[in-house]
Structure formats: C-alpha cells, structure tokens
C-alpha cells in the first residue's frame, strides 16, 4: 500500500509542479496612447499622399504639353512644307496648288488658332518693281482661294519677296519654277 501511496504523492506532485509552472495569466498592460505621434504619423501619411498626387497631376500635364507640341509640329510641317508654284509671268492658281491650298483650309479650319503668313515669290526675270507686284498677286490670288475657301482674313497675312529669296540661284528653266512660287510661314497660335 505504501507505494500505491507513493505514486499518488508522485503525482500530485507533479501536478503541483504543473500548475505553479504554468502560472497566472498575466495582466494586458495598458499603455497610454500618444495622440500626437498618432496625428503627427497620419499628417506625414496626407502629406506624402498630396505629394504623389501632385507629382501626378505634373507628370500628367508635361505629356499633355508634350503632346500639343507634337501635334503643333506636324501641324506645322503640313501646313508649311508644301508651297504652290505658278506658271511665267502668271499669278493664276494650278488645280495641283489648288489641291493643296484645299488641304491647307481644312488645316486652318480646324485649328482656328493658328496664323499663316503666305508668302508670293517671282524667278529673277523682270524689273525688282515688276516681281514685287506679280509676288503679290500671287500672295494675294492664294491668300482670296484661301478665305474663299473658309478660313478667316484675319488669320492670314501676306507679303511679297519679288525675286529676293530663291530656292535655287541658277539662272536656268529647273530654278525659275522652282522660285515662282508661294510659300507659307506660321505666324503663331
């Protein structure tokens, strides 16, 4: 009996032993909260979101400047790269120059911010008075299909170089053509 004893001891030591080295749950220890760290952290958190937005809306805004800058270039090149070019001693419009100002109208049309300067252009034959009258027929003849067309008089400016300005110095037939002309100059937006 006495080591029934003993084993009941055992155990109920060991259980002992099990409890007291398991403990009391201990106490949540409460901390008082810092409300102004709180606010300062959520005032550096709306900041730095401000900040991204507007990094954001400029970033937005460059590739929208970038973007009509582009468009203004080749804007640009349509409506300046192509000139017309007139017949001897003639100021009346080709059907091809007419094909071309029709381009150049729906250009205007539909961007009514922009300004053109035409210019009228003579091959070196002929008095400097005499070019500089016929450069502005042929400015004005360009300037009257163009209006007629819709653009408005006011968005169109023209001047006469006479045979000031070739785009070729030669003095043969290839380079006359070539400087019997009107070329065209964007004034701004």
Sequence with gaps: MRAKWNVVLGMMLVLVLAFMSAGCPKKAVHQPVDVAAVNAAEAARQA??????????LRER??????????????TLQLTATMIHFDFDCFALRLEARTILQRKAELLKNNPDIKLLIEGHCDERGTNEYNLALGERRA???YEFLVLLGVRPNRLQMVSYGEERPLDPASNETAWALNRRAQFKLLGM
């Design 48 to 57: 730095e979101e401000a900040r991204l937005r507007e990094e954001a809306l």
């Design 140 to 142: 004005r003849a360009t």
């Design 62 to 75: 460059q590739l929208a400047e970038e973007r009509q800058q582009a468009r203004l270039a080749e804007l």
